[in-house]
């Protein structure tokens, strides 16, 4: 029953691996946005109904050790969230797609990408 249960969760948006902070709220952005003042923050956006978006978030987990040391995580599941998705397109002035990854420092975009330009070397490369 339990690998059941993960492939269900993974399927429907559920599942996600502990290095995310999840943003499943509207009200949560602002302090995102506040908090890369402090330090950078990477915002990822998915579609459970997208697999491009299970690629680009395979990569970015793949590389989470050495993101983590740079900026903070956060997952955004567009479907289950789609007020927080809308307004971190309108805060952030960043056309919302899925899946997209948008970096943030010093309260403004650095960096974002869709679909296969998600890249974590693209990101790492920002911190050199």
């Not at 509207?26 to 109904?49: F, G, M, N, T, W």
């Not at 599941?77 to 397109?89: E, F, L, M």
């Amino acid at each position: 029953m339990g690998l059941f249960n993960s492939v269900k969760n993974a399927f429907s948006g559920l599942e996600t691996s502990e290095i995310w902070e999840m943003i499943s709220d509207a009200s949560q952005v602002d302090p995102i946005i506040e908090a890369s003042k402090e330090k950078p923050q990477l915002i990822y956006k998915h579609s459970h109904r997208c697999s491009v978006c299970f690629v680009a978030k395979g990569d970015l987990e793949m590389a989470a050790d050495d993101i983590e040391e740079h900026a903070d995580m956060h997952f955004v599941n567009v479907v289950h969230s789609r007020d927080a998705s809308n307004k971190i397109a309108s805060e952030l002035d960043v056309r919302h797609e899925s899946p997209q990854a948008i970096l943030i420092d010093q309260g403004k975009v650095v960096w974002h990408g869709s679909h296969g330009s998600i890249d974590a070397d693209a990101i790492l490369e920002y911190f050199e």
